[in-house]
């Protein structure tokens, strides 16, 4: 229905605003302890982690800058497909910068596995990836995560960025979907 609230949906919280608020605090916080006396470029990985790069980046008390890569695993719905497409490029040149990729979740790991090698053929002084969530039952592609802030089971989640079908994405909470939605 669709004047219904958007946490109506929810079967499961996982993890509540609060939660995710300070987990990412702490996120930020390694950063900053690793990159001291660096300069540091984030780039976030448009759409999902809109809400993480926001959050994060203003977590952060020393200059950060911030750029943002759209791509397409050409697939909607829950699962991801591996072929991977640039929708929208980096506005920066990354040559010689360090780089922390920012996004909300690692599930199979071919979007950022794909991308970590793309970032990388383009000469940047390091290239590492921070994400909120990550499933390590689902990784099919190796891919060397520097930041996680949790490790969650092998199910479908959405909130604070996360979507099921474009929606959930401003939920502030993040959690399972009960199954009439996918019926
Ligand atoms: P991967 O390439 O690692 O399989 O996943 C890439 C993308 O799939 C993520 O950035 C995210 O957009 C989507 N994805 C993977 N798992 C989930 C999930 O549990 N919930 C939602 N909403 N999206 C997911
Ligand atoms: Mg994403
Ligand atoms: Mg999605």
Do not use: C
């Amino acid at each position: 229905m669709d004047a219904a609230d958007v946490s109506d949906d929810l079967l499961n919280v996982l993890y509540t605003e609060a939660q995710i608020q300070d987990r990412i605090k702490e996120m930020a916080a390694d950063i900053e302890r690793d990159y001291e006396g660096k300069e540091l470029l984030i780039v976030g990985i448009l759409r999902g982690a809109v809400m993480v790069m926001a959050d994060m980046a203003r977590s952060f008390h020393r200059h950060i800058e911030m750029d943002w890569m759209a791509v397409s695993s050409y697939g909607s719905g829950t699962k991801s497909s591996g072929v991977v497409r640039i929708l929208k490029d980096l506005d920066t040149d990354i040559s010689g910068r360090h780089v922390v990729i920012v996004d909300e979740i690692i599930d199979t790991g071919l979007t950022l596995s794909w991308l970590t090698s793309n970032l990388s053929s383009r000469n940047p002084a390091s290239v590492e990836i921070a994400t909120l969530l990550r499933k390590p039952e689902a990784l099919q592609m190796p891919v060397d995560v520097k930041y996680v802030g949790w490790d969650i089971p092998n199910e479908f989640v959405v909130g604070y960025g996360l979507d099921y079908k474009e929606r959930y994405r401003n939920l502030r909470d993040i959690g399972t979907l009960a199954p009439h939605v996918y019926s």
